[in-house]
């Protein structure tokens, strides 16, 4: 008997700690800039790198300088304008995801609270996401149950929203920043 309860423990301790790498391809992290009151834009990063530890820690990094407005322009003066990639090259995501992987089954899907540290433009804020977190038999794929607002002024980038707001001539551009992003991990054996 002692030996059938050790080896379903091994068992649920090897899915709780599984290995999983990062599928670039198919993740993306993506927002939303609001001007003139009421036009808004989808603007997309092209390099997103993560990781996600056999004990549960997530780790997201975001190339600031990978930016993607369809505007070659507008993506440079974002760049060095709003970003100031020389000083601050990467946005980084931390969580604590051990709870959540513990309780995952292949086949489910469910809604978690977590508390992330989002470090953006030398600032580190605590950030509350609500995520949808789906496990497949293969992978894991974790999505926003709503887009997370982000606050420029929390990070010091409302200057830099405003020196793009006066350089293309604009009544205004919102410093309250919709954020989305699609995360898939793939299972390693």
Partial sequence: MLKYLLLGSALI??????????????????????????????????????????????????????????IPIRNERMKKMLFHVAQHPQAKINADVSEILAKLKPGTQKIYDVTATLTLHGQIQKINLDLLVTKSATGLVVTPISAF????KQ????????????????????????????LVFDEQN
């Fill in 155 to 182: 990070f010091g980038l409302d200057t830099g929203i405003e020196a793009l707001r006066e350089i293309a001539g604009l009544k205004s551009i919102a410093t309250s920043v919709p954020v989305s992003f699609n």
């Fill in 13 to 70: 301790s090897s899915q709780a700690f599984a290995a999983w790498q990062f599928n670039q391809q198919q993740s993306d992290v993506s927002f939303v800039s609001v001007k003139q009151s009421s036009v808004a834009e989808v603007h997309h990063f092209k390099a997103i790198d993560g990781a996600l530890s056999g004990q549960g820690e997530l780790e997201i990094n975001i190339d600031l300088a990978s930016v993607e407005t369809m």
């Fill in 149 to 152: 607002i982000l606050d420029a």
